[in-house]
């Protein structure tokens, strides 16, 4: 039975800044539609609900909201274009990579989950060279229920966990990890630099980190470490 802590990591805003790629790919969209393209600071705020809200907030901030009718081929036009662009730009923020490792050589097991599709994460996670480092990676489609559904929190504890027990915890940077944390009644720390049109300050968690190289002090604070 192991007493490791499950660490459970966001990808997009938390771990890596991927705003620049996925920018690209919802300009694609945009530029198709004959729309104006939206700056990074506006889709900073619509990421973190996965590519379909991301399309459709993209579409009526510029100008009108999209019909279902025309999803499938926004969606078919993003994903080809961000499929081939996906690690342009996208980088790890600032500590994320020492931080992690030091995690797990002492003993954390980590994991990702995502509302990324699970074919673009594991299409991403080498170009950022952390995929070794988790024991399970969780992007939207692996199950048919994805975040704040609090099962596909508990899907991926089991898993980090190999099946024993163990304390867990959500590490994101929206109102969509703090909400999942929630709702599986497990603790929530929250980055201050991520994509959220929410500071993460004031949504209530019960850290906020500034720094992720400060993870493991907030960590040793909730009695994880």
Do not use: W
Request: proline share 8%; net charge negative.
């Amino acid at each position: 039975m192991s007493l490791s802590p499950a660490l459970i990591f966001d990808l997009d805003g938390t771990l890596a800044d991927t705003a620049p790629d996925l920018l690209g790919a919802t300009n694609a969209v945009l530029a198709a539609r004959e729309r104006p393209r939206i700056d990074l600071t506006s889709l900073r705020h619509m990421v973190g609900h996965g590519a379909r809200a991301l399309i459709f907030q993209a579409m009526e901030a510029s100008g009108a909201p999209v019909t279902e009718a025309e999803m499938p081929g926004l969606m078919e036009i993003f994903l080809d274009h961000y499929r081939r662009h996906i690690a342009d730009d996208s980088l790890l923020f600032p500590g994320v990579a020492g931080t992690l490792a030091a995690l797990d050589r002492d003993g954390a097991r980590l994991g990702v989950l995502t509302n990324k599709p699970q074919a673009l994460t594991d299409l991403l996670m080498p170009h950022l060279g952390i995929a070794p480092l988790f024991a399970a990676i969780y992007g939207a489609g692996r199950k048919p229920y994805t975040k704040p559904d609090p099962r596909i929190f508990q899907d991926v504890v089991a898993d980090v966990l190999a099946g024993g027990k163990g304390p867990a915890v959500m590490i994101g940077d929206s109102v969509t990890d703090l909400s999942t944390a929630r709702a599986a009644g497990a603790p929530c720390i929250l980055v201050s630099f991520g994509y959220t049109p929410v500071p993460a300050a004031d949504l209530g968690a019960d850290a906020v980190l500034d720094d992720f190289a400060a993870l493991p002090d907030a960590l040793r604070d909730l009695k994880l470490l």
